[in-house]
């Protein structure tokens, strides 16, 4: 399945990228694309990601709506993936 | 010679505030008992306590009786990093209910230094004047040279005139206009919002000077440095990196994704083009530095620079609310013009969320035919400047843009109260709440008025335990947490930005100021302090006038989704639901008032619920 993953904070900044296309099994669940991720983007390794898990102080959200942190999630036919920061202090 | 210089003081403390009258410069010092200290502990929660044994709740805050006061913490002048913050406190001119608002300068070090744990300012000054407090000295100045300047120049002005350590805390020309949401600076920052700079104003005090070399001891030094060493290491971890790499401007973008991004007078949660206002847009064209309050290791303030009309080149700190009040909440999304907006903003002295939330009603009325300013529309840069600078002169427009967006919906009538964007009175910050349910919440219960700094609500909203667009009761409680940790941390004072670097805030918080003052404090006696607390600022709120309808939201949030995102629908049953569910879990009566139980708690009587 196609997921498109958008970068938000300090994984975008991690990474150097705005939005990432991946091509992954299905189904996949959020371990799986954050362990993909940090293979694609080592920078993120132990900044955000911790061996597909996401660091306190980040956030996952499927499609913009809900938020999960749980890398047991199933993404199956999610095609929208946000990765955050979670602290939203203005 | 006082009561307090007699009594063992806690360590942090200098046991004692001033009260200055300035209609003749006398001056009296007030011992505070150590109980009162262990109750409230400084900031906001001792600021609260001031306002309610002054009688603030009953008095015109822009009357000579009104009080203001700046307080000071046990936390200010200690190594505990973001600790040099001081409060200011005064029933809120724009509201009419319980202001206080936080400004993190070394006006706080040089304020404590005085010798006093607060100051308080009553009375009125017979012409423009600057107080002048050197420890035991009092005295008022002349202001006429000083009194019409910008922040800046004045300022300038001032540094000039007095010795290198005093501190300069002081008003723009908005504040001198009583503009309602005028702000009170110092070194560029701002205690912002509520309008303790028209309070001042009306007094006819342009500055506070502070100067003195008095220092509260510490209990267990030794424990102490340790502890701040501790901290500042964790001060510059992942936890604080998103202030420190991109500022608070980050959520700019990420907002605009989900739809919580408040458009066009909260017409809409997103706006085509805002990508250009930006960190990384903003530092792609132009010079960009960074710096940190004092005594502060996470340096989050991120100053961009501006080019004026008249080509002159200026700098800009830039945060998420200013970008948002002053950008897409008016429909603008040229940088220029933004930053040209804030900084005048900043040079009037007037918070920028109000001015951008006042004005951005006033677009929407002029949309609808509702006010008949044609030049005022959303958009455009050049308009917004223009408004800008007629906030508090003798203009029509002016004048009703200076008293907010209530009042002004309340001049205009014909239904407009319905999408003017305040709580109270006070203009709503950048958090949607049709997208953001838990801060909806946060914003009706909220004493100050819309609020995103007294309530951290938007915590539970950016977090797996709720939907964030489907509020419910059990919410409540997770907001009252952040309400209660919002509480210690600005009555302390340390910096909400540490927040996710402390593990257990009420057990660290504890253990910081059992070294400060020797006392013995636990966690839990933190959260009874932060409940303490809440349940005074209601008192002060109830004494004012304050009444169940004031928890609410204006009737646009409660009858229309986001035309942008139809699933952010915020349901008034549901609202109501989690207020009283919010009430009940501060141990109030479910419309919110206080029982004799609830007002014991606060150390004052009951008696003063039916006053």
Sequence with gaps: MRISVELFGIPRIRAGVQVVELELAVPTTLGQVLAELSRLFPALEGECIVNGELLPGFLASLRGDRFIRDSATTLDGEASLLILTADAGG | ?611
């Design chain 2, 1 to 611: 010679m006082s009561d307090s210089d007699h009594i063992q003081l806690p360590g942090g403390y200098h046991g004692a505030y001033l009260l200055v009258d300035v209609t003749d410069g006398s001056c009296q010092r007030h011992a505070i008992a150590e109980q009162v200290l262990a109750d409230y502990l400084g900031g906001t929660g001792l600021g609260t306590w001031l306002m309610l044994t002054l009688g603030a709740a009953q008095l015109d805050p822009l009357s000579p009786e009104a009080p203001l006061a700046v307080v000071f913490s046990p936390l200010v002048g200690s190594p505990l990093t973001t600790s040099a913050k001081f409060a200011v406190v005064s029933r809120s001119p724009l509201t009419g209910f319980l202001n206080d608002s936080l400004a993190s300068s070394a006006f706080a070090l040089a304020g404590k230094r005085t010798g006093h744990d607060a100051i308080v300012v009553r009375g009125r000054a017979a012409s423009p004047s600057i107080l002048v407090i050197e420890e035991d000295e009092v005295r008022l100045e002349p202001a006429d040279d000083v009194w019409g300047k910008t922040c800046e120049q004045a300022t300038r002005i001032l540094k000039d005139r007095f010795p290198a350590d005093a501190a300069i805390l002081l008003i723009g020309p908005a504040g001198e206009q009583q503009v309602l949401f005028a702000t009170l600076s110092h070194d560029g920052r701002h205690a912002g919002r509520g309008g303790s700079g028209a309070v001042l104003g009306a007094k006819n005090i342009k500055a506070i000077v502070v100067r003195g070399d008095r220092r509260a001891g510490w209990h267990d030094p030794d424990g102490l440095i340790k502890q701040a060493r501790d901290l500042s290491a964790r001060s510059l971890g992942p936890a604080t990196a998103k202030y420190r790499e991109l500022g608070t401007a980050a959520n700019l973008v990420l907002f605009n994704r989900l739809h919580a991004l408040p458009s066009r007078n909260f017409q809409q949660g997103q706006l085509e083009g805002v990508e250009a206002l930006s960190p990384q847009q903003l530092e792609s064209v132009r010079e960009k530095t960074q710096t940190s309050c004092a005594a502060c290791t996470i340096g989050c303030t991120h100053i961009y620079g501006v080019r004026s009309a008249d080509g002159s080149q200026h700098q800009v700190r830039v945060e998420y609310e200013n970008l948002f009040a002053l950008g897409p909440l008016c429909g603008v999304t040229d940088q220029d013009a933004v930053l040209q907006a804030s900084r005048r903003c900043d040079e009037l002295g007037m918070d920028t969320i109000s001015t951008g939330g006042t004005i951005a009603f006033a677009m929407e009325c002029v949309e609808r035919g509702l006010l008949d300013v044609d030049w005022l529309q959303f958009g455009d840069g050049e308009a917004l400047l223009r408004a800008i600078n007629l906030i508090g002169t003798s203009d029509e427009l002016g004048q009703q843009l200076a008293r907010g967006s209530k009042r002004l919906a309340e001049a205009i009538g014909q239904g407009s109260i319905d999408f003017a964007p305040q709580v109270k009175g006070l203009e709503l910050p950048g958090y949607e709440p049709r997208a953001l349910q838990t801060m909806a919440l946060g914003f009706a219960v909220s004493t100050r008025g819309a609020d995103h700094n007294r309530s951290g609500a938007y915590e539970v909203d950016f977090s797996e335990q709720v939907d964030r667009r489907q509020g419910t009761p059990q919410a409540a409680l997770l907001a009252i947490e952040t309400e209660d940790r919002a509480t210690i941390m600005d009555s302390m004072i340390l910096c909400k930005f540490l927040r996710a670097a402390l593990g257990d805030l009420f057990e660290e918080s504890a253990e910081m100021l059992n070294s400060i003052t020797g006392w013995q404090l636990q966690g839990d006696d933190m959260r009874i302090i932060a409940s303490r607390i809440a349940t005074a600022r209601k008192l002060f709120n109830i004494c004012s006038g304050w009444t169940p309808a004031d928890d609410s939201l204006p009737n646009r949030f409660l009858t229309t989704a986001l035309p942008d995102d139809p699933q952010a629908r915020l349901d008034p049953q549901q609202l109501q639901a989690m207020i009283e569910a919010y009430n009940l879990g501060r141990g109030w009566q479910q419309q919110g008032w206080l029982d004799e139980a609830a007002v014991e708690q606060t150390g004052f009587p009951f008696s003063l619920v039916d006053a």
